[in-house]
């Protein structure tokens, strides 16, 4: 019988087990996702296509999600896609995506009726911006209030000084920054023309008077008080 020389350091080496690293890796569960996409697979498989169904207030399409994000343009938009949703909704439709719920609010005619109008509304204001903008400056205010420009004044108030026995008045401007310039005026003199008087900010004087250009520009977009 043959002797197999075997040294003790190699039956240690052949009895050792094998290091993790060198171990086959042990299947996994299956993460959600691709179990739901190989349930799919199967499906499709036996019975055809998967076709996708949304419905009103399903994932991605709640009631208040859409009207927001697609018909935001004003109140009066938001609320009448809302209602309409929420009718959408109650019948339970089945849409192909959220593409064609936001196409059958938009032809509802109460719908089509408001998004115009907030799209007439939408230019009407970047008009507005635009000549306030490009307005020019009529009195320059103090350095951290910006100038005062003829859009300005023609958005301020006109409002009684109630001075007894006396019928001044002042037009009153608030700037976007919140601080308010008062222009005083008293009644016109023989040729028909407002008097000037101090220039009021935040109720305190400038040691300044109205000047002619800014009575000028109160003239032309406001009329006089009817005491004058």
């Not at 109650?90 to 032809?107: H, Q, R």
């Not at 005619?109 to 799209?119: F, G, K, S, Y």
Request: net charge neutral.
């Amino acid at each position: 019988m043959l002797k197999t020389d075997r040294s003790a350091a190699t039956v240690r080496a052949a009895a050792a087990p094998a290091t993790p690293w060198a171990q086959p890796p042990t299947p996994g569960p299956l993460h959600h996702s691709a179990r739901l996409t190989a349930q799919r697979a199967r499906f499709a498989a036996a019975f055809g296509p998967v076709v996708q169904c949304l419905k009103v207030g399903g994932d991605d399409a709640g009631v208040v999600f859409l009207a927001t994000k697609h018909f935001s343009g004003s109140n009066a938009l938001w609320a009448a896609a809302r209602l309409v949703l929420n009718r959408m909704k109650d019948a339970d439709t089945d849409y192909a995506d959220v593409d064609e719920i936001v196409n059958t609010v938009k032809a509802d005619p109460d719908v089509a009726r408001e998004m115009l109008a907030a799209e007439q509304l939408k230019i009407a204001r970047e008009a507005e911006l635009k000549r306030k903008a490009e307005s020019p400056t009529i009195y320059k205010g103090f350095d951290r209030d910006g100038n005062i420009t003829e859009y300005d004044i023609e958005k301020g108030v006109w409002r009684s000084l109630n001075r007894k026995g006396k019928l001044d008045y002042e037009l009153v401007v608030t700037l976007d920054s919140g601080v308010v310039y008062s222009f005083h005026l008293h009644p016109p003199d023989v040729r028909g023309d407002p008097i000037p008087g101090e220039v009021m900010r935040g109720g305190r004087p400038t040691m300044t008077q109205t000047s002619g250009a800014v009575i000028d520009c109160i003239m032309k977009h406001h009329p006089k008080p009817a005491e004058w």
